[in-house]
């Protein structure tokens, strides 16, 4: 069974500062994908990485998709209210058709 | 474009009652077809998923089953609710690269 741990669990923070949300498995993942989830409404996808290495950037933030594609990370600069919401990252293994989802960063950027 | 519809929106049930939730998808055709249950705003448990009409694999055994009897329509059922049935159940669809679309969500809370 592929794990995805995601951390930390919460985290609270200023406005205007920086963080780093992690992901990581011992898993090989042919692709990683990050969501964000607002109260009541389902995820939205943010960006999904391939290739080992990979950083791909998305205004404010920031996606790495680990050499060994088991780890990934998000940084966000200048964090903003509206930043605020859990995010989820999910890895495609072993089937086609299933992702494995971590359990998620309750992220709340206080004004 | 493609949307996704859930519906209902929220739904109070006793236990021991009937559940029918739907989804449907317009603006694809044949699109892999998933639902997950997300408990406590945390991470997501994949219930079921299809990738054609009448076909149907089961993730978890538990007490719901799911049906697909249209290509672009969902299901999912239970014959007697039980109170751990609550919680966010949310219909997905795959895009190209197995990223997932996600509905809006259907809350259920069983008494």
């Known amino acids: 069974t592929q794990l995805l741990e995601q951390s930390p669990q919460f985290l609270s923070i200023q406005e205007g500062e920086n963080l780093t949300v992690y992901c990581n498995s011992s898993s090989v993942f042919s692709s990683l994908q990050w969501y964000r989830q607002e109260p009541g409404e389902g995820p939205v996808l943010l960006v999904t990485?391939?290739?080992?290495?990979e950083v791909k950037k998305l205004k404010r933030l920031t996606f790495q998709f680990g050499d060994a594609r088991k780890d990934s990370s998000l940084h966000i600069t200048a964090a903003q209210p509206g930043d605020t919401g859990l995010y989820l990252c999910?890895?495609?293994?072993?089937?086609?058709?299933?992702?494995?989802f971590g359990k998620g960063t309750l992220l709340t950027v206080n004004p | 474009s493609q949307t996704i519809h859930q519906w209902p929106a929220t739904l109070v049930q006793p236990v021991g009652s009937p559940l029918s939730l739907e989804c449907t998808v317009e603006?694809?055709?044949?699109?892999?077809l998933y639902w997950y249950r997300q408990a406590a705003g945390r991470g997501l448990q994949l219930l079921f998923y299809?990738?054609?009409?009448?076909?149907i694999s089961s993730e978890v055994p538990q007490n719901l089953s799911a049906s697909r009897p249209q290509d672009r329509q969902f299901i999912l059922s239970s014959k007697k609710l039980l109170l751990s049935d609550s919680g966010f159940y949310l219909c997905a669809w795959t895009g190209t690269y197995n990223e997932q679309f996600f509905g809006p969500g259907t809350r259920l809370t069983v008494l």
């Open positions: 990485v391939v290739t080992g290495g």
């Open positions: 603006g694809t055709s044949n699109p892999n």
């Open positions: 299809s990738v054609g009409i009448g076909q």
């Open positions: 999910a890895g495609l293994g072993g089937s086609n058709y299933k992702l494995t």
